[in-house]
C-alpha cells in the first residue's frame, strides 16, 4: 500500500506561463503569486539586457503585460535571428546576461572571438597579480591566449598559472591544495585575481580556492565547456568532491565576471558537447517549455555546433539561470530546482567512480529517473516521458545508469548524503503538471522511488 | 638616510578619544569624522545592550554628546561593579555583547555557570542534529556538560563529537578533513549546527569547516580559553595554517551566537591564561586607552583569576572588538588595527614552529616589536614604550621573540606573505599619538622596520 511522507514546509512548486505570463486570479492564489514572482524578476532582468532596453526607447510606456510579452519578444528575437546572427555581422560584441546580487552583481559575456577584446576581461582584474587555474587539456589550447587577453596593452599585469589535472577524479582536497600552494609560494595578496579556465571541475575548484584564499579573492569564470557555459560557471556554487559524495565541501562565491567565448567549442569532444545539452535540456524541462520546443526542432543544429544555435542555447540558459539565482542565492529553495536529476546523478558518478561517466552523462540518465518517478506518482503526462526519452537520446545522451554497475542500496546510500536532504527527509525535484513545470518536494510516495530504482538498477 | 614608500589609499589612522568622545571640528576633519563615526557605533551598540537600556529607561532624552557619555558610564558601571559583581549575585544571568551585522548579527553571552541553562544554547541550535568539534583536553572536561546542555528537555536533538589532537599544529587541512569525515559519515545535512568547543584553533577549525561543509551550516562558539573568549571566536574569521603562513586559508563566517562560560577558565593552564591576555592588552593600545589604565591596575587580578576582573576584561574585550567588527566585517581596514603585532607574531609562529609558541606568546613579542618601530618612527613617546614592556612583563608574557631563532630575513620571508601585503606593499599596525591610538597604514621609513627587525633578531 502506498504510504506518503509529510512533507516539510520548505516544499514548493514551480510555475512558469509558457503561453500567458499574466493568468489571472481565479487561478490559485498561490500559484499567481509564484508567476508574478517571477514575472517581475523577467522584467527586471529584460530591462537591464540590451535587446529589451532598445524595444523600450521605440516604444510607447508599457503595461505591466505588455512588458512581459516585450521580455518575451526580446527572448525571441534571437531566435528569429538565427539566419542571420549577430554574432555573423559583428563578432566580437558580446550578449550579456547579469545577473542579479545586489552589490555581487555580475555580468556573463557570451560571443565569438572574446578572448580576443582584452579590454573586457582586464576590466575586471583586481590588483596586479593574476591567477590562472587551468588543466593539462585546456592550457595547450588556449591559456597563451587568455594571457595575451590578461595582458594586452597593461603591462603592470603580471600572470601565473597553475595546471591541474583533467578530470572530476582530480576534484579533491589534494588537487585544490595546487592552487593553495602556487599562490603563496607565489606570494599573491588579497588584491589578487584568480582566473577559472577550463570546465565545470576548474570552475568549482577555483572558485572554492579563491573564496579560501586569505579569506577570499576575486576570481573570474572563463568556461570552456558548454556544461560550464551553460551552467556550473553562473551562480557562484563552487566546491570539492568528498570520497562519499559530490560538492559535499564549498562555498557560494560568486565571481566577478563570467566570460563565455563559444569559440572554444571547437576544440570540445563529442562527448563534452553531449553532456552540456543535459544542462540545457534541464531549463526546458523545470522551467522553460518554450525552450524546450526549440530544443526539439533545434537539437541536430546543437550538434553540429551551428554557432548561433549555441550561443542562443548559451545565452537563454544563463537568462534562466541567473534568474533562478537572483531570486535565491544560497539555495533555500527554488534554485533547488536546477538540480533536476542531479540527486540520482550524482549518485551514479558516486557508485560508478568520479570521472566515468562525464557529469552530463549522469544527469541525463539521472533526469530519466526523475521523470520515471514523476510519471509514476501521477504527476505528469506519458507523452513527457516520451518527449525527455527522445531528446536525450537525439542529444546522444544516456537514458539509464550505467548497465550492471548501480544497485538500489548504493542510489539510497549516496543519496542519502545529498545536499538537500534535510532532517533526515530526501527532497527532490520532480515534474508536475503541464511541460515547463517542477516542485522541489520531500512530499512524496516512497513506494514510486523504490519502484523507479528497481526499475533502474541490477538486481 | 631615511626613504619613505608611498601609502595606498587604504592607510588611515583610528582615534579613540578617551577623554573627550565630542571632540570638536577645530581638530582635522577627517580625525573627526573618524571619531564620529566610532561614536555613532558606539552610541547603536550601547542601546543594544541591557545595562545601556536600563540608562535611558531611566533618563531623559539625551543629546548626542550626553549618549556618548552615557555609554561610557555603562561600560565603567561594570568597572564600578567589581566589588559587588552580577556574576556573584545572580551567576547564570549573562553579559550580552551584540554583534551588529545587519542579518548576521549574533550575541555574546559572558557569565558564569552558563553551560548549566541548556536553553541558552538550545536556541541557537538549528535543525535536530549538532557535531560538536573539540580536542583531547576539552573533550574530556567539558565535552558531556556540553552535550547535556545541547538534549536537556529536548530528546529530538542528536549530538555527534568529533576529537581532534590539541594545538596550533594540527590547525591543517588534514585535520579539517576530519571533521568533514565525521559529519559526511554520520549524514549530516543542511539542517545541522556544529559546536566548537575549545580555544582558538577549535574555533578556527570547526568555523572554517562550518563554513564549507555543504557550502554552509550554522554553527556556535563555545570559547574555553581567554584568548578565544576575549578575540578568535567573535567577528567569524575562520581558517587553518599553511605550511608557509598561518591563517592562509579560511572563511570569514559568522557563528550563530557566542557562549562564554567564566568557569571553563578554572582549568585553563597559567601560560594560556597569559596568553589570551596579550589580545586583552591589544584593544587598550589599539583603540582603548582608559581599558589600558584599568589593566595596568588590575592585572594582578587577571592573573590571580578573580572572577569579576577576568569577566569584566571579555566584556570589555568582546565589546571593543564587536564595535569593530560591525564596521568593517570583511577587513576592507579598520579591522585590521585589531592585528597590531600579529604580523610580527605569526612570523614568529610560522619560523619557530607551530606550536611551539602560544599565540599570545607570539603577539606579545609581535607588540613589542611593533611599539619599538612606531617609537623609531617617532610616532609615540617613550612612557608609551615602556608602558607596554611593563604590562607585558606583569602578564608574563615574552617581550621579544625566542632567542636565537629568527633572522632579519626570516621575519621579511615570512611577513611578506602576510594577508595585508597589497600589491606588494606590507602594511602595518603602528601605534601613533597618544595611548590608544593607532595606524593602518604602509606609508612608513622601511630603515624603522629594518633596525627593529636587527634589534630583535640575532645577526
Known sequence: MASSATSPSLSFSIELSSTDPCRSRSETSDLFLRCQNRDVKSLKSSFISPASLRLNRIGSPLSRCDRIRSSKISANSAQVMEAQSPFKTNSRVPTIVDVDLGNRSYPIYIGSGLLEEPDLLQRHVHG?????????????LYLDKVINALTHGNSSISVESVILPDGEKYKDMDTLMKVFDKAIESRFDRRSTFVALGGGVIGDMCGFAASAFLRGVNFIQIPTTVMAQVDSSVGGKTGINHPLGKNLIGAFYQPQCVLVDTDTLHTLPERELASGLAEVVKYGLIRDAEFFEWQEKNMHLLLARDPSALAYAIKRSCENKAEVVSLDEK??????????????????????????????EAVAAGTVMAVDMSYRLGWIDESIVKRVYHILQQAKLPIAPPEGVMTVEMFKSYMAVDKKVADGLLRLILLKGPLGNCVFTGDYDRNALDETLRAFCKS
Open 331 to 360: 539555495e533555500g529553495g527554488l534554485r533547488a530546482t536546477l538540480n533536476l536529476g542531479h540527486t540520482f546523478g550524482h549518485a551514479i558518478e558516486t557508485g560508478f567512480g568520479y570521472g566515468q561517466w562525464l557529469h552530463g
Open 128 to 140: 596586479k597579480r593574476v591567477l590562472v587555474v587551468t588543466n593539462t587539456t585546456v592550457a595547450p
